[in-house]
Each structure stands twice: as C-alpha cells, then as structure tokens.
Nanobody, 124 residues
C-alpha cells in the first residue's frame, strides 16, 4: 500500500507562490493517478487537480486553472503542485491522494490513499 506525505505548505502573501510536494513510498508510484484536494475552514474538501500516470494529462478545477500547475516525477515518486498568484481564498489544508491507474476521476471516493495534509495560508 502506497503512503503519501505532503510538504511545502506555509504562510504567503496574496500574489505569492508556493510549491507543494507529495512523496510516495511503499507502492509503485507510476501506476497511480495522483490528485490534489483542499479543505478550507468550514467547507467541504474539494478537488483541485489531478494528473495521469505520465505527462501530459492534467485537469484543474476552474478556481485554480491558469494559476496552479500539477506535475509528477515518477523517478522520485513525487507529485508537485506549483501554486502561483495565490489568493486568500486559496487558504486551506491541501491533501494529495492516489487512485488506481485505471481511474480518471475528480471524485474523492475514487482515491483510496490520502496524505495527512499541509496547511496553506494566504494573507491579504
């Protein structure tokens, strides 16, 4: 069973950038579709982005398209989320998740492994 650990969160001013990383261990990373989700205070967790087994092949929520970029390095068992032009409404705990390779979905229920989350706070 793959395990996921996120890092890279922090406090940033509006307009700034952060890069989140999600390191996988204990499984065959290249066989998983990887996704990023986020949960803001008082809100339900929502889809942010997903990436297929190999590039290209990415998908973004409307709220982040054009500002966020997902990528993966299968040699390093890591998926990244580059976040630019951050806004206060991007403040949330960000989670990475893994789904079996035949899955191509935005639905959380289709992702069977989750990281512990990393906090991103964007100040205005």
């Amino acid at each position: 069973q793959v395990q996921l650990v996120e890092s890279g969160g922090g406090l940033v001013q509006a307009g700034g950038s952060l890069r989140l990383s999600c390191a996988a261990s204990g499984g065959t990373f290249s066989t998983y579709v990887m996704g990023w989700f986020r949960q803001a205070p008082g809100k339900e967790r929502e889809f942010v982005s997903r990436i297929r087994l190999t590039d290209p092949g990415a998908d973004y929520a409307d709220a982040v398209r054009g500002r966020f970029t997902i990528s993966r390095d299968n040699a390093k068992n890591t998926v990244y989320l580059q976040m630019n032009s951050l806004k206060p409404e991007d403040t949330a705990v960000y989670y990475c998740a893994a789904a079996y390779g035949w899955t191509w979905s935005r639905l959380q229920d289709n992702y069977h492994v989750w990281g512990q989350g990393t906090q991103v706070t964007v100040s205005s």
